[in-house]
């Protein structure tokens, strides 16, 4: 079997197997699935710090309150850091092998080869990075949305009558508002709760959705990692809440291995929670 001496990407192992095209197929479906993730799609990313930044510092801001005027002294009771942490950025992953056969019977046919092991593996990755985000990580010592210390929690709701989910995100927009935090506002929640939210809201002709994707500018957006009846509101903006990418979604070959070929799907990312009253879980 002949493997492809050509330009090697990021991350490919010496003995590189694939063709530029295959590598970009590759490259294009492990990053278009791996970042696929509902978090992504409201909590702002940074750009990739590179694969050597191993750790990130986080500020816990504290003593957020109503400004007010004042001429030459210097006033109290200013924006404080509460604590400063230097967190691990983990590095998520998930091998697939592709077989030679599979790859010798794609290129003598002409047809590509099958994407569908990648897309799993990334599928994976991303799961996992959405518990990391939900849950964090009690061993490495991270915290999630739904686990961070500070959080607002609202208990009692119910969601099953039409009209429940508008009286509820109402309320817990306003706990919000009252704690400084203006919006705009997103929301996730499990499955049910969203189901529940596609009926004729009462009294008008449209669905309940839509009247609080008009409270939740950001998006509404659930997740089955959720515990049913759970979910969480977040004030968004990078000022509250940022994820620390290392290395972007990426895939590396690991090596010939007894003739077949294993590759990787990994990340590397962080949750920086930079005020945690900005979330209201329930």
Same mark, same amino acid.
């Given at each position: ?47 990739? =710090? ?83 985000? =939900? ?71 449209? =669905? ?34 940022? =994820? ?39």
């Amino acid at each position: 079997m002949s493997y492809n001496s050509g330009p090697m990407l990021a991350y490919s192992h010496i003995g590189n197997p694939l063709t530029t095209d295959e590598w970009e197929a590759l490259s294009r479906v492990v990053r278009t699935v791996g970042d696929s993730t509902v978090f992504r799609r409201f909590i702002e990313a940074t750009n990739p =710090l590179g694969p050597g930044i191993q750790t990130v510092p986080t500020d816990t801001v504290i003593g957020i309150t109503e400004g007010y005027k004042h001429h030459s002294e210097i006033p109290e009771g200013g924006i404080k850091i509460k604590a400063r942490a230097s967190g691990i950025i983990p590095i998520i992953s998930k091998d697939f092998i592709l077989h030679w056969r599979d790859l010798q019977e794609a290129r003598q046919t002409g047809r590509p080869f099958s994407l569908a092991k990648a897309a799993a593996a990334a599928s994976s990755c991303a799961r996992t990075e959405e518990k990391f985000i =939900l849950f964090g990580h009690t061993p490495l010592g991270h915290t999630g949305l739904m686990t961070v210390e500070g959080r607002g929690i609202l208990t009692g709701l119910g969601w099953r009558e039409p009209g429940d989910a508008f009286a509820n995100f109402t309320r817990i927009t306003r706990y919000l508002m009252e704690r400084g935090h203006n919006g705009p506002y997103a929301a996730v929640v499990h499955p049910n709760i969203y189901a529940n939210m596609h009926r004729v809201f009462k009294g008008s002709s449209f =669905l309940e959705i839509s009247h609080v994707r008009a409270i939740l500018s950001s998006g509404v957006f659930k997740s089955s990692l959720l515990p049913p009846g759970g979910g969480l509101v977040i004030s968004t903006g990078r000022q509250n809440i940022e =994820l620390s990418v290392s290395v972007e979604t990426s895939v590396a070959f690991l090596g010939a291995r007894k003739m077949n070929l294993p590759f990787r799907v990994f990340k590397a990312i962080y949750l920086r929670i930079l005020r945690s009253d900005a979330i209201c879980t329930f």
